[in-house]
């Protein structure tokens, strides 16, 4: 399996738009890697997406994708869904009869029920699907799926809205938990991943002075978990790699900022990367 990060922000990418901050300037200057776009990764071998952002079409055409097997929905949150026009794209709008393209769109359970009811995400899905271009499928919490050599099992989170997704190919095991692990304990039936790719987390200190950025009452601290936090389940989850994703932008860290946490993390022994729009891991 090849991993592929299309979109490394998260709710806020990187540049904000109207910010003149100090990572906003340099990211416009720069492009990627300093930029981040909205949350999306693709998995190269079963061509499988996960989650669709706003920015899903142009990171498409920019990492040069041309088959997706099936996409899977983490959560409804709207960072991580409005996109979901892209399946508009199968539309053949000029043959006739139009010879459509169909992508497989897999639903976890309580996914499904919220598509339901939120953002007109059902409506908009159902539609497409009675167009011919996607095709609706939903998995109960049990359930586990086959595409090809490689098996995905979605798993269910503390925050019980959302899910993560355990990959299996040719012996190798890839977790990917697009965002939301406030609350998670990894269970032993996850442990020595190959590969685990997890949410930063919200900064509440400063990972170089220490310094407290968030007011202990901060609203955040009660629905978001925080770096230090993920910083535990990274090493809990004992995988031979992790890599952390869905980076705000108002955490206020550049790309060279984290280059240099990196080597921090990796001097105390954890081999954990940052996530860059366009990078590529093999697994």
């Not at 490394?8 to 300093?34: F, L, M, Q, W």
């Not at 996960?50 to 079409?57: A, N």
């Not at 039936?189 to 987390?201: E, F, K, N, Q």
């Not at 705000?248 to 990196?262: N, R, T």
């Amino acid at each position: 399996m090849r991993i592929e990060f299309l979109g490394s922000g998260g709710a806020i990418t990187t540049p904000r738009p109207g910010c003149d901050c100090r990572i906003c300037t340099e990211a416009r200057h720069k492009g990627v890697p300093y930029s981040r776009s909205g949350p999306a990764l693709f998995v190269h071998g079963p061509d499988l997406l996960f989650d669709t952002p706003e920015e899903i079409k142009d990171q498409l055409n920019r990492s040069g994708v041309r088959q997706i097997a099936g996409c899977f929905y983490s959560h409804w949150h709207p960072d991580h869904i409005m996109g979901r026009r892209v399946w508009e794209m199968n539309k053949d709008w000029r043959g006739w009869p139009p010879r459509n393209r169909r992508t497989d769109i897999y639903l976890p359970q309580q996914v499904a029920a919220d598509f339901r009811t939120r953002l007109g995400s059902w409506e908009h899905l159902s539609f497409l699907e009675g167009e011919g271009l996607v095709r609706l499928i939903e998995l109960r919490d049990e359930d586990s799926v086959s595409i090809g050599d490689t098996t995905v099992r979605p798993v269910r989170l503390a925050e019980d809205y959302v899910y993560a997704f355990l990959l299996s190919a040719n012996g190798r095991r890839l977790f990917i938990a697009p965002d939301e692990l406030l609350g998670w304990k990894p269970p032993t039936s996850l442990r020595a991943l190959d590969l685990a790719v997890i949410p930063m987390g919200v900064l509440e200190y400063d990972p170089f002075s220490g310094e407290r950025l968030l007011a202990e009452d901060h609203k955040l601290l009660k629905i978001e978990s925080t770096f230090r936090e993920n910083l535990q389940i990274a090493r809990s989850l004992e995988a031979k790699r992790v890599v952390m994703t869905h980076i705000e932008e108002p955490d206020g860290l550049s790309y060279d900022d984290l280059l240099v946490l990196e080597k921090r993390l990796g001097d105390e022994g954890l081999d954990l990367s940052f996530a860059y729009d366009t990078m590529f891991i093999d697994v």
